[in-house]
């Protein structure tokens, strides 16, 4: 996702600055813990988003409660408790104002030695108390990883932690809409970890809507986001659906583990800092939304890759370059700021500037990793960019391996009835040459990618004049794309960003293959148990771990 119009963005026609639509679109409502004891709060956090067996685990918490209960449970296709403690003395801790910015600095409430869990996604659950016995709950996801490879055939799953940090808006900022600058309105270039996460990203209610359109708009509809008026009215995060555990990774973990793949979990922060964090692992898996990646993690999973590991990504929104800081626990983006505000810039450091990856001062487009990025898509299947999309993607090469048994066709719709496609999704320049799509090349995107799906996407959101529309990105990501890509922003240089593409592709590099179904809502496909969905993720999994009859 890009720079989009947050906080202080004057209503569209026909709405009202108190209505639900423009405040759940505009406002910054978020999470911070007050000192009030007629208001149940809980929080806590760990002090690293993974562990290994005989690491040391800090929990902090905080309450306004008398006692809370811990609980920890591992959260994969079946949930097992591996850790509880009931009745601890509620303590109320003071926050900085910054804390999204420098961390909460609660000491620690609990400690103890990872014993031998199994790898995987992990929940920290609070429940605190009052008097009177009302309780409320929390939750923090972190990745137990494994010491070496569960099982000669397990697949490694990376948590997309870097968009989490990104997204999550604990405290009052974040990537994208924050609490800090002069005038308290300002996104956070800097993030610590050493905070709790808002609520939604580790913890879902069955029934919370995801971001892509369920039905397409009636003629003259006004443009919504029902996922942003849910959150408002329910009290979850405006971004619970964009990043997190409970929205993208824990359903692939259910859904894999289920039919019988073994899946061992790390983060990318993990692979920032451990250059042979994958080695061992024929086949690394991402899901869900990886818009943030450091030049580490990068140059980490491409050595994997020419060595001869296989990825298997079923996300989305290539886009961001960030740096990890403090050993880990700081997150630096400056995004569209970075040109002005970057501490690299102008140095020998300028390479790592933390703007777009296809940034002109960047210069390392997302192709050059997993053959499409995330400027040359986008949006598609939510507001009003492509709402009345199909959802799927179109299949052009119906005849390669990843199809075999889908019993699909030429020019079918793959993931249509599931929404797969959306809400952001990864493409490149392309051609069309007797019916079928071609990479051009022009944006680095290898000679030998095959386009085996496609669809179109968006920068630019259209004002049709829709009584009552609220417009959360309007044009503002286009011109957005436009100056880090051409620096300016005139209307040739807009007309050349507006239109992308959703993609799966696939190529060799080196020794190794990627597969990549870029697109952040494919999930939405083993959620609903889509036969086509679910019969393509198998045939890739189960090549890339040489498991099963599938292989071709």
Known sequence: MSNHRHGSGSPSRGT????????????????????????????????????APGETLNVHANTTGVRYDLIIYRDGAQTCEVYAKRDIPGAFHSTPKDCSVSGCGWPVAISFEVPAWKSGGYILHIRAYDASGESIDHHFPFAVRAISPSSPEAVLLLNCTGTWMAYNDWGGSNHYEGIEGENADQFAPVVSTLRPFSRGFAWLPEGAP????????????????????????????????????????????????????????????????????????????????????????????????????????FAGNFTWQIRIEENGTR???????????????????AHLLTSAWDDVA??????????????????????????????????????????????????????????????????????????????????????????????VATTFEADHGNAGSTFFMGGEDAKGVAYQRFRKTDDEALDLVKRGSGMIVCFNRGKGTIFNAGSCEWVAGLIA??????????????????????QS
């Not at 759940?24 to 956090?45: I, K, M, T």
């Open 529 to 550: 148990r889509d036969p086509f969905v679910e019969k393509l993720t198998c045939n890739v999994l189960q090549r890339f771990t040489k498991r099963g009859d599938e």
């Open 331 to 349: 997150q630096v983006c400056y995004k569209s700021r970075a040109e002005r505000e970057d501490p690299v810039r102008g140095t020998d450091r």
């Open 362 to 455: 960047v210069n390392r487009s997302g192709t050059q990793t997993f053959g499409i990025y995330g400027h040359g898509g986008i949006y598609a299947g939510w507001g009003g960019c492509v709402p009345r999309g199909s959802g799927g993607f179109t299949v052009y090469r119906p005849e390669h391996w990843a199809f075999a048994g889908t019993d699909l066709y030429y020019g079918d719709q793959l993931g249509a009835a599931s929404k797969v496609f959306g809400y952001e999704v990864d493409g490149c320049d392309y051609t069309i040459r007797n019916g079928l799509p071609f990479a051009t090349g022009s944006d680095g995107a290898p000679v030998d990618l095959e386009i085996l799906a496609m669809n």
């Open 16 to 51: 009202s600055l108190h209505s639900l639509w423009p405040n759940s679109v505009f406002e910054n409502f978020h999470e911070l813990p007050l000192f009030d004891r007629s208001q149940l709060g809980a929080w806590c956090y760990t002090d690293r988003l993974s562990y």
């Open 210 to 313: 995801r971001i892509t359109l369920t039905e397409p708009p009636k003629l003259g509809a006004a443009i919504r986001y029902p996922h942003m008026e849910w959150a408002y009215a329910n009290g979850f995060s405006k971004k619970y659906a964009s990043a997190g555990w409970a929205t993208y990774e824990r359903h692939f973990v259910r859904w894999a583990e289920q039919n019988g793949f073994v899946v061992d979990v790390a983060t990318q922060h993990d692979l920032h800092k451990t250059p042979d964090l994958l080695s061992g692992y024929a086949c690394v898996v991402l899901v869900g939304h990886d818009e943030y990646w450091s030049a580490e993690m990068r140059d980490h999973l491409e050595a994997y890759v020419e060595k001869g590991g296989n990825v298997a990504r």
